[in-house]
């Protein structure tokens, strides 16, 4: 069975983001946001159509600002449905936009989304399924996983034997960090 780190480098869209930030830890919200989103949209289709299109997402979500996102309306939704440069899924847009008003709600409780997940940490997979299930929406267990191992809060990203796991293990990502207590 191949895995990401077997396909992914040297392709033109699935090698940077393998190389340069799957599984990488982060802490600015836009970002945070968008690894969400990317998430989210990617439920039932391919990664490669999510990095296809992330340009345009970039753009049309208003660069990922949780506090831009948070503050879209209806017309804003129906702006985003009808955008060819995105996913036009409205229960994932619709989804998006609510998450960036939880973003913005965790931020000024912690400090930014990386805060309140260092401060949920650490929990097993079906823990972190069940707090984003009662948090965001569009979080199932794929789209939970996928998005805490992109940041580094659960392992898998990478296989020990990648180059980029050795780069990423050098940052002390969360899941390897020692639990507290």
Request: aromatic share 8%; proline share 8%; with cysteine.
């Amino acid at each position: 069975m191949s895995t990401y780190c077997d396909v992914a480098p040297g392709h033109p869209l699935h090698g940077p983001y393998h190389d340069r930030e799957y599984g990488v830890p982060a802490r600015d919200d836009a970002v945070l946001l968008e690894r969400l989103a990317m998430e989210i949209m990617q439920g039932g289709l391919s990664w490669e159509l999510v990095l296809r299109r992330r340009e345009g997402m970039r753009d049309a979500f208003g660069g990922f600002a949780p506090a831009v996102v948070a503050a879209y309306g209806p017309a804003d939704v129906e702006r985003l449905v009808a955008d060819g440069r995105i996913i036009r899924n409205r229960r994932k847009v619709e989804a998006i936009v609510h998450d960036a008003g939880v973003v913005v709600e965790l931020s000024a409780a912690h400090g930014g989304l990386a805060g309140w997940l260092d401060a949920m940490h650490p929990l097993d997979h079906a823990g972190w399924v069940r707090l984003f299930r009662r948090t965001f929406r569009f979080t199932g267990p794929e789209v939970t996983g996928e998005f805490l191992m992109s940041l580094g809060y659960l392992p898998g990203a990478h296989r020990e034997d990648c180059p980029a796991f050795a780069r990423i293990a050098a940052l002390r990502p969360p899941w390897m960090a020692p639990s507290p207590g």
